[in-house]
């Protein structure tokens, strides 16, 4: 079966630098990757996914993720952080033949002015 | 509408007592999924639908819960006898396509047991 793992419950960085939020992932197959996002009070959100091709995925409000097969490792990226991307942030895989989803635990951003 | 509606928004409840979740999929959309949300438990997954398939309920925490989907658009996810650890806040989604990953979300409803 799927999993899928978020080591960080929280993550603190300076307004204006990069950042990262780790994600691992353990599948049978090939996976599909997926980030997802979640302001306060306000509904999950879809930003980027990975189901083949090129291993830098582009997706919303300027975040990107590296597939890594080696290290079965699906992190997000941003290189220059704003206050307003403070949320709760979801990693998600998706195993071949198995049409369910399934999430991590969520990894806390906070950005710090 | 054009998202994903659920209701109730919240639901108070006794220990013991049955309750009814109710989730409006986006129109069109064959795949739906419900998730709990729990404080330091992610989402959680609970059970998949996809058109006319039996669903996928290997997620379901016991025999307590259950999940219907008429005609396939709404869905009732019913959980009985409740429990204080049931109390969580449970998240519909629907997807255009199985598998494609671009899930919308519903807002949620969130249950307290009491």
């Known amino acids: 079966a799927q999993s899928v793992a978020q080591p960080e419950d929280q993550v603190n960085v300076a307004e204006g630098n990069p950042l990262t939020v780790k994600c691992t992932y353990s599948?049978?197959?090939?996976?599909?990757l997926f980030w997802y996002v979640q302001y306060p009070n306000r509904g999950l959100q879809f930003l980027l996914k990975y189901i083949t091709g090129d291993n830098l995925v582009k997706g919303s409000y300027g975040f990107e993720a590296e597939f890594n097969k080696s290290q079965t490792s699906f992190h997000l990226k941003k290189p220059s952080a704003l206050v307003s991307d403070s949320a709760l942030y979801f990693c998600a895989v998706r195993d071949i033949g198995d049409d369910k989803i399934i999430f991590g635990k969520g990894t806390r951003l906070h950005i710090l002015p | 509408g054009a998202g994903v509606s659920q209701s109730p928004s919240n639901k108070v409840t006794e220990k013991g007592k049955d309750v009814e979740l109710r989730c409006d999929p986006i129109?069109?959309?064959?795949?739906l999924y419900w998730y709990r949300q729990s404080l330091g438990q992610g989402l959680e997954f609970l059970i998949y639908?996809?058109?006319?398939?039996?669903?996928?309920k290997s997620g379901l925490p016991s025999d307590r819960f259950s999940a219907e989907r008429t005609g396939g658009s709404v869905s009732t996810l019913t959980i009985q006898r409740t429990q204080q650890e049931d109390s969580a806040v449970y998240l519909c989604?629907?997807?255009?396509?199985?598998?494609?990953?671009?899930?919308?979300f519903g807002e949620g409803s969130r249950l307290t047991v009491l």
């Open positions: 129109s069109g959309h064959t795949a």
């Open positions: 599948v049978s197959g090939n996976p599909y």
């Open positions: 989604a629907s997807s255009l396509a199985p598998g494609t990953g671009e899930l919308f």
């Open positions: 639908f996809q058109g006319n398939s039996a669903p996928d």
